[in-house]
């Protein structure tokens, strides 16, 4: 296994829903620091890994959360009941089995509902929603399951281990473990005379708040968002209309939620596009439809950060079974580490009149 094929495979494992991404902070510390002049954990819990430089600012942002739940209430006979943190389609989530993570360590549980035996006929036909589920700990009371260190507010993450699949990954998480591991191997890489600012965001899934915080206190020169893409390359995605593929390299985000996230400016475009071309990296470009990225709150940032958004495509994603491939992953970083040596090129003109203010 290679080191980038096992870093992706720790970050698939690790656990962090939102507000809770300690583990993978951590993983992101311990491979970096080595390779940076500084890092800290600001307020929010983003970690800020700082590259020095010259006086050209450059970020790259990739979050760490993943979605989850969060227990929310404890039946008298011992069962939780749950929110979802993140955007889920209940459908995915009904029997998992689950990891709560609870003040007296990691206590395992599943994810269950009525099963179809005791249903009626209509109630077959409908979608079970996440507020019909409940989590078994094999508790019996209130009292038991407090004593096991679960409570409310306990967040919860599925309990999935990353595995291959032919030549390809599966796992949980890749939404957004393979964008961090683009993000900390592109920092390896990177040989650019910039200033670098490579930070693991906090709450995107449910906000995109890391990025935000982070992106004001920094103010770079310019931005990449490092995510994953959904891929339309299996049964039933052809009435979709958009073309990203697993093994097809990198995809580059033109615009994403119909326009009403980020729409790329055209000088960022070119510098991602031409960089690429140069490089001979094979890529891919999106016109997204569906969610959006930390290239949101990034772009809009005080008087506005020139952004672009780098993405693995992804398929099945927001499940526990997400799939990606390495070479996508591998290809993605070195994109971006040619990116953030070619950036000062394409937004001089940019630069030098905000150092004239």
Known sequence: MSELEELVFRLSNAHGISGYE??????????????????????????????????????????????????KYIEENGYL?????????????????????????????????????????????????????????GAETKDEVREMGVDIGTPVTIDRVCRKIGKYITGKAMDDRAGVAVMVEAVKRTETDATVFAVGTVQEEVGLK????????ITPDVAIALDTAPSTDFPGAENVKIDVKLEKGPVITVADASGRG????????????E??????????????????????AIHL????????????????????????SLKDVDLSAELVARALETAPDYFRDEWHQKMKK
Not at 116 to 121: G, L, R, S, T, V
Not at 310 to 317: D, G, L, T
């Open 81 to 137: 009941r749950i929110t979802p943190i993140g955007g889920w389609f209940s459908q995915t989530a009904v029997n998992q089995r689950v990891i709560l993570h609870g003040k007296k360590g990691k206590v395992l549980g599943v994810l269950g509902c009525k099963p179809p035996h005791f249903m009626k006929d209509e109630e077959r036909k409908k979608i079970i929603e996440i507020r019909d589920m409940f989590i078994d700990i």
């Open 301 to 324: 940032t005080k008087e506005g950060i020139p952004t672009g958004v780098v993405s693995v495509p992804a398929r099945y994603i927001h499940t526990p079974v997400e799939v990606i």
């Open 262 to 273: 980020l729409i790329a400016s055209r000088k960022v475009l070119e510098w991602l596009v």
């Open 22 to 71: 300690d583990e993978i902070r951590e993983i992101v510390r311990a491979e970096l620091e080595e390779h940076v002049d500084e890092i800290k954990v600001d307020r929010m819990g983003n970690i800020v890994c700082v590259k020095n430089g010259n006086d050209f600012t450059e970020m790259i942002a990739a979050h760490m959360d993943e979605i989850g739940f969060m227990v």
């Open 210 to 217: 890391g990025a935000r915080t982070s992106a004001y206190s």
């Open 275 to 296: 960089t690429a071309g140069n490089y001979k990296i094979e890529h891919q470009l999106e016109v997204g439809e569906g969610g959006t990225t930390d290239a949101t």
